[in-house]
T-cell receptor
Framework: GNSVTQMEGPVTLSEEAFLTINCTYT??????LFWYVQYPGEGLQLLLK?????DKGSNKGFEATYRKETTSFHLEKGSVQVSDSAVYFC???????????FGKGTMLLVSP | DAGVIQSPRHEVTEMGQEVTLRCKPI?????LFWYRQTMMRGLELLIY????????DSGMPEDRFSAKMPNASFSTLKIQPSEPRDSAVYFC???????????FGPGTRLTVT
C-alpha cells in the first residue's frame, strides 16, 4: 500500500534560518505529491503540490521538488519566520484515486 | 466563500452518550471527507462521499461510527455509544475534484470522559 514518511519533530529554528523537512513516499503507481500546513487551532490547508517527476511546487517562499529516483518530496524555505510555526504534512494521491495518504506531520517552531 | 463549516467546535460528553458532529461543505464541491486526528495515530481518513454517496468507509473504526450525507450541503458523523478512546479532533474536508486540493474545516475537538 501507499505510505508517507516524514522526519519527526519538533524542528526548532531561529528566525531567518534555513528549513528542510524531509518526506519520502512509497506508492504502487505514479502519485501526485502535496504539502499541507496546519496552523494552531485550524484545519489543514494546501501549501504546494507537484504532479509529475522533477516538478517544483512553490508557495509563500516554500518549495519542494518531486524526485522520483529517490521517492522524495522535501520541503525547504530559505528564511523562516515566526509566523511559519505550524505542523507540516506531506501527502500523496495515486492517479485514479480520490483520497490522500498523509504522513504523521512535522511540527516547526520558529523563535525570534 | 465561508469555507467548510463544522459544528460544534468543542464537544465534551460522557462515555456512552451519543455524539453528532456536523459539516457544511463548500458550495459546489462534490467530495466530502471525514478525518480523525490524534497524537498517536496522526490523521486518519474515516469515510468519504462523492455526490452524497458514501464511496469508501473502510476507515470507520467500528459499528459505533456512522456517517450520512442527506444532501449536497450537509453531512453528519455520529458516534453511538461514545468511548474515551474516541477523544480526538474530527475534521471535515471538501473538494471539487477529490484530489488536488481538499479544503478543511476548523475541526471539532471531542472529549469523552
Amino acid at each position: 500500500g501507499n505510505s508517507v514518511t516524514q522526519m519527526e519533530g519538533p524542528v526548532t529554528l531561529s528566525e531567518e534560518a534555513f528549513l528542510t523537512i524531509n518526506c519520502t513516499y512509497t506508492a504502487t503507481g505514479y502519485p501526485s505529491l502535496f504539502w499541507y500546513v496546519q496552523y494552531p487551532g485550524e484545519g489543514l490547508q494546501l501549501l504546494l503540490k507537484a504532479t509529475k517527476a522533477d516538478d517544483k511546487g512553490s508557495n509563500k517562499g516554500f518549495e519542494a521538488t518531486y524526485r522520483k529516483e529517490t521517492t522524495s518530496f522535501h520541503l525547504e524555505k530559505g528564511s523562516v519566520q515566526v509566523s511559519d510555526s505550524a505542523v507540516y504534512f506531506c501527502a500523496l494521491s495515486e492517479r485514479g484515486y480520490s483520497t490522500l495518504t498523509f504522513g504523521k506531520g512535522t511540527m516547526l517552531l520558529v523563535s525570534p | 466563500d465561508a469555507g467548510v463549516i463544522q459544528s460544534p467546535r468543542h464537544e465534551v460528553t460522557e462515555m456512552g452518550q451519543e455524539v453528532t458532529l456536523r459539516c457544511k461543505p463548500i458550495s459546489g464541491h462534490d467530495y466530502l471527507f471525514w478525518y480523525r486526528q490524534t497524537m498517536m495515530r496522526g490523521l486518519e481518513l474515516l469515510i468519504y462521499f462523492n455526490n452524497n454517496v458514501p464511496i469508501d468507509d473502510s476507515g470507520m473504526p467500528e459499528d459505533r461510527f456512522s456517517a450520512k450525507m442527506p444532501n449536497a450541503s450537509f453531512s453528519t458523523l455520529k458516534i453511538q455509544p461514545s468511548e474515551p478512546r474516541d477523544s480526538a479532533v474530527y475534521f471535515c474536508a471538501s473538494s471539487s475534484d477529490g484530489v488536488y486540493e481538499q479544503y478543511f474545516g476548523p475541526g471539532t475537538r471531542l472529549t469523552v470522559t
